[in-house]
Nanobody
Framework: QVQLVESGGGLVQAGGSLRLSCAASGSTFNIKPIGWYRQAPGNQREWVAAISGGGSTNYADSVKGRFTIPRDNAKNTVYLQMNSLKPEDTAVYYC???????????????WGQGTQVTISS
């Protein structure tokens, strides 16, 4: 299990971009699948995107074509590059270690503090 810390949130206008970071500790980070999740006020937490240790990716339909999830194993970091942002993307964003990048509901560890993303219209 790796320890993960999210950062990079902020206030952005609709149509803009933002890059979130998920920094990890642990020597085996490069083989761990990592996912990004988000929770908007009044809503359940939802899965957004995932990446395997080998770099394969998987996206929720709501962000496909707008978000990407690159990883830099040398920096022990997974990013969430968010483009063409919409007000409905407003949420607290979290990253988590997964058992498989294709199984968003099976997670390892616990939720961190997350990072707030607010998109103004």
């Amino acid at each position: 299990q790796v320890q993960l810390v999210e950062s990079g949130g902020g206030l952005v206008q609709a149509g803009g971009s933002l890059r979130l970071s998920c920094a990890a500790s642990g020597s085996t980070f490069n083989i761990k699948p990592i996912g990004w999740y988000r929770q908007a006020p009044g809503n359940q937490r939802e899965w957004v995107a995932a990446i395997s240790g080998g770099g394969s990716t998987n996206y929720a339909d709501s962000v496909k074509g707008r978000f990407t999830i690159p990883r830099d194993n040398a920096k022990n970091t997974v990013y969430l590059q968010m483009n063409s942002l919409k007000p409905e993307d407003t949420a607290v964003y979290y990253c988590r270690q997964m058992v498989s990048y294709t199984r968003p509901t099976i997670l390892v560890g616990s939720w961190g503090q997350g990072t707030q993303v607010t998109i103004s219209s």
